[in-house]
């Protein structure tokens, strides 16, 4: 694979016209693309990571951590151990070490009070633009306006498919090019839900999830070609 960039925050320099916003965070070069809605319902805006700082963030990120998406994180504190190279170009620690997974809301700004879809349709420029470069295998959309997204943009299940996110939780989903594993919002999870996303989401690592063809052999030279 092709490293794209080494920066963990914000990599592709996305800059929306907003006065305060959570950028893209992760390995621009993942295999998983966790998807959100946006910081006013999934939290980041105090250490400017998708995903913190909200009271159910440590049992969402302990399942992924479980789940072998990230090596580990310190919502509180931020432990300088957890990572080599712990801080960006802002001097601030990174709370999150993900070498698999990258994280991204569909609308990045901080706003006040929800915003309209007139919003929401201007902001996916930057969203897509970012899942687009990092072309993850997986997407994983969390709660129903990230699922019902990502079904009706990058998948053609969007009219078959119903947004019960306690039936679709951790379900492996055929998109195009893309597999999709819809997540329960992590506020609403009760009883298992963080375990059977765990145990999912090993299970699929176990199989081919890349779904991938070399038709290198179709090609000059000796380089693969791999395809999904």
Same mark, same amino acid.
């Given at each position: ?9 914000? +990599? ?14 992760? *390995? ?29 963030? *440590? ?15 310190? !919502? ?11 801080? *960006? ?5 990174? +709370? ?14 901080? #706003? ?16 897509? #633009? ?10 994983? +959309?969390?709660? !129903? ?16 498919? !119903? ?22 919002? +992590? ?35 000796? *380089? ?5």
């Amino acid at each position: 694979m092709q490293n794209v960039t080494e920066k963990t925050r914000n +990599p592709f320099g996305m800059h929306p016209d907003c006065g305060s916003f959570v950028s893209g965070y992760g *390995d621009a070069n993942a295999d998983f693309h966790v998807i959100g809605d946006r910081p006013g319902v999934h939290g980041g805006v105090d250490a400017g990571v998708p995903f913190t700082g909200e009271p159910w963030s *440590d049992r969402f990120l302990s399942a992924l951590v479980d789940s072998g998406l990230i090596a580990g994180f310190d !919502a509180v504190g931020f432990d300088d151990a957890t990572t080599d190279d712990p801080t *960006d170009e802002t001097g601030r620690l990174d +709370p999150i070490v993900a070498d698999r997974t990258f994280f991204s809301y569909l609308h990045m700004c901080v #706003a006040d009070g929800v915003p309209d879809e007139a919003s929401y349709d201007d902001m996916e420029r930057f969203f897509d #633009a970012e899942l687009r470069a990092i072309a993850a295998h997986v997407l994983l +959309p969390v709660g !129903a306006r990230a699922t019902d997204h990502v079904l009706r943009q990058y998948t053609s299940r969007a009219h078959k498919t !119903a947004i019960d996110m306690d039936a679709l939780h951790a379900e492996e989903l055929l998109g195009s090019g893309w597999l999709v594993v819809p997540i329960k919002d +992590p506020a609403e999870w009760t009883g298992d839900d963080g375990d059977r996303l765990a145990a999912a989401l090993r299970t699929l690592q176990s199989t081919d999830f890349r779904r991938e063809s070399d038709l290198g052999r179709f090609i000059a030279g000796s *380089d693969p070609y791999l395809v999904r």
